[in-house]
């Protein structure tokens, strides 16, 4: 960071004197699971800085807890929703691409995954009411007088309540459908034809039919949002502020878009200055593991071993899936450490140990490591890319499919299709990844541009957030694309104008031609009669 | 610079320990003027961080001077034309703009430009060719092994010499007119409603007419390029490599496209990830005075002084001009610093000094500066800009007019028009830079967000100029829409397809509608007779 010289310097009036306390004030919005691990680093790294931590947390959280010891205080709020009845949401969820998906066809589980959106954006007004209804709370945020609101705008409501409170607003993302809202609302450009939407599973070198293939998921899942689940939350917004407004336009008032990835893992693609690419963040060099799990670790030999975890949101896989993997686990040389609670697989063989918890930092960032078997999590494929490990991925849902085609199109991956593998697959795909050595090559570059940035993500999200501070915002990164209406932003008037101008000229030369004809021909012909 | 770091976690292999000599070994295409003077300062950089520079300079050059004291070496070649047309050519360019330009109408002025333009090409290409024709240095430059070639895409034939060599180019660039080059060859999105072309006077926040004329702007100029002056660049280009090739297509090749602008002067518009803005590169905190000067700077009291330079290019202005000029200055209370070569106007008054030379840069970080007034340089303007110093504009030719629109956009200048302006202008834009608070404070926000970067510019290029030594190369930010027709860009063939599937399909229905009506209206009619 090159704080220091800035202060050195003298110019400008900076934000927060290092050292001192209380000189900042950030609140930070609710979030769960991977986003929350995401998040942690930076709002840790705030506070030695000297800043103050106000994490929004409520009664229903699965994965915050604001009993947890941390440096950073907690506002929680109740919500009308129960925690059971989010665990059960949460676990319908996984249980229907676990279980159900294989049975269905595209078109229903198209409709399916759109009813899971829509009941997603129910919760999280519910959530966001829940906040907004009480009085004591909303007061006590306003009085705090906060100097910045960051947060993930995958849990809906932040916007509304920078609003409220009047304060700036900076946004740590991982994606949105199709870039949905970083290219309707942030007016990110995102021409279909190299720049593949999230979760269609395609690269950015595309043939027409795939390219096509883009076209129609941009559409569709625009269409699906603008004219199908945004329309709730438009309304919620709208009578909360007291005038007409829309959850895309209140999006595009973030003052700042940190993205978390970055061109090791995205394909590059056009952006705006008010989008700063932070892919991994949470990432560290490796830490000595566990007595007992380093000898088991070292007893590999040269073989060396495999990591496997399928994340922390699956608990259990179906019996005859979980016997699968074991035996494929067990034709391998390595010895293989699995993130795995429940009962034991019957086939489990005695290179595989599974553990209800691993260090899956320290592991991949262990000199044995060979290979990573992962369900394809931005994080988990983000420390992959950090240590250099090449990845077998089983990914499951979400943005996992996705995530996976990216490491396969970048030659650092083999994926394997949960529903429809078997044994040989896996063995096979896990034997490619250890022993073809331009698997590992490919990891080692991805994780040479990983590391050779000008300053590390953490640092650079840091910077971001203590800027839109010191600046009171980030207007002057705002495009001016946000006050065109869309045919504008395209020129369309403007053609439409010259296309008018052309046509009027011809019809004129046209017509005058025609005069001239008829003055010279008929003209002269009436003159001899 | 993160260098240390990555060095030290050993991650990466590295391509220059810091302290060791012979580390890289960078070629630097010719260039002249201001160009010039913004790219020294990487070099001395480059060089103190341990690589070798080659710069190469012809015997024609106005501006650079292999006899001339430096870290770095020269390598001289010649070319056909000489010193003496250089400059006639170069005088003749500058007195169309101080003379010749207010007699002319608009058409004229874009005829004799576009002849300029034609003209700048012709003599490139010789300058080129001096080159490319010596076999000797040719022999040389391909011994050498250069790991990167650093050019000014504005001096052509360095994508030439890159592609010959093979090796990776890196451009430091300022500006093409409306974008041409970035837009056409580098990919770089710029969509006419909200990215002003450059040159054409515009702000980002255009009405319905202005962004008819960018609109017009742009295309007029790619019209002229393409099917104008560029047809001869691709003949020799083609000739040279002995395939059918383009200009636009080898400036495409560009690994990085090192942008001399920041979001302090420049509107804020979309980019890429192989475009790096590293604005005011050449900037640096003051030195002090000569003790002469020191002491005319102290004699101005509270009322403090005012630097005028119209750049190094221009040696003299018109008689009246000058005089004019002389008697506004002598009306305002500041003491007056100004660079200026021959005969003293006779209506100089005792506030003005006239000076051969000035430590500009010292001067605008004095803490007696009040103004500038500047031709609109973009160098002198990122002066301005560093030591927060409000402007007074009097642009004469290139992109001057057009940088002097973006600060007076942003509140930190007012502009005069040279041709027309009268003393009285001169004396009140001067009274108001100084005297209306709004406009120092203007160019102090343009100074915070200048100095309020992660990574100053200096270190921003250098690193960037490395890193493409370091991974041969930097394509894994080069975005697929290179590989692309245009029509393919804008996936006008997808919707073709998709409006030829809607036609048919639409038609299939009408004719089936109209068979049923047929069967059921005629088929009955039938039966009954």
Request: charge should be neutral; hydrophobic fraction near 40%.
């Amino acid at each position: 960071m090159k704080l220091a010289w800035y202060l050195s310097a003298g110019v400008i009036a900076t934000f927060c004197s290092i050292g001192s306390i209380n000189c900042g004030n950030i609140l930070v919005w609710h979030t769960e699971g991977s986003h929350w691990i995401n998040l942690k680093p930076v709002l840790d790294t705030l506070i030695d800085r000297g800043h103050r931590v106000t994490v929004l947390v409520h009664n229903a959280s699965l994965y915050m807890d604001p009993k947890e010891k941390s440096s950073f205080s907690y506002e929680l709020f109740n919500v009308s929703i129960s925690f059971e009845e989010m665990s059960a949401w949460f676990e319908d969820w996984i249980n229907f691409y676990l279980y159900e998906i294989h049975d269905l066809n595209q078109l229903q589980i198209h409709w399916k995954e759109y009813n899971f959106l829509k009941k997603d954006s129910e919760v999280s007004l519910q959530i966001c009411d829940g906040l907004l209804k009480s009085e004591t709370i909303m007061r006590k945020l306003k009085e705090a007088k906060y100097d910045v609101l960051l947060s993930d705008p995958l849990f809906l409501g932040s916007e509304l309540v920078a609003d409220i409170l009047g304060i700036p607003l900076v946004y740590s993302l991982r994606f949105s459908i199709a870039h949905m809202w970083e290219r309707l609302c942030g007016q990110m450009p995102s021409p279909p034809s190299f720049v593949p939407g999230v979760m269609v599973q395609l690269t950015d070198k595309m043939s027409f039919t795939e390219r096509l293939r883009n076209v129609l998921f941009y559409v569709s899942q625009d269409m699906m949002a603008v004219y199908g689940y945004w329309q709730e939350i438009d309304a919620y917004y709208s009578k909360i502020r007291g005038k007409p407004s829309t959850y895309c336009e209140m999006l595009g008032q973030a003052d700042m878009w940190l993205i978390r990835t970055y061109w090791d893992f995205d394909y590059p693609r056009p952006f705006l200055p008010n989008f700063k690419f932070v892919g991994g963040i949470h990432c560290k060099p490796p830490k000595a593991l566990p007595e007992e799990m380093e000898e088991f670790v070292q007893s590999s030999g040269d073989d060396g071993i495999v990591v496997f975890t399928l994340g922390s949101m699956v608990k259990a896989l179906p019996k005859e899936k979980e016997n699968m993997i074991a035996s494929a686990l067990g034709q391998i040389p390595q010895k293989v450490l699995w993130r795995f609670s429940g009962k034991k697989p019957d086939t489990l063989a005695p290179n595989t140990r599974v553990y209800d918890w691993i260090p899956q930092n320290d592991l991949l960032g262990h000199p044995k490591i060979r290979a990573f078997i992962t369900h394809g999590g931005t994080n988990g494929i983000y420390e992959a890319i950090y240590h250099g490990v090449p990845m077998v991925g089983i990914p499951l849902f979400g943005d996992q499919p996705d995530n996976m085609v990216h490491m396969k199109a970048k030659g650092a991956a083999v994926v394997m299709d949960f529903h429809s593998m078997k044994t040989q697959d896996l063995v096979d795909g896990l034997n490619a990844v250890i022993n073809d050595t331009s698997f590992k090559e490919n990891a080692m570059r991805l994780s040479r541009i990983h590391h050779d940035r000008p300053i590390s993500p953490k640092d650079e999200a840091v910077f971001w957030v203590e800027f839109t501070m010191r600046h009171k915002g980030a207007k002057h990164l705002r495009v001016q694309a946000h006050e065109l209406t869309w045919y504008q932003y395209h020129s369309l008037d403007v053609f439409a104008f010259l296309l008018g101008v052309v046509l009027f000229c011809t019809l004129l030369f046209v017509k005058l031609s025609l005069l001239c004809v008829q003055r010279c021909c008929y003209g002269g012909k009436s003159k001899q009669e």
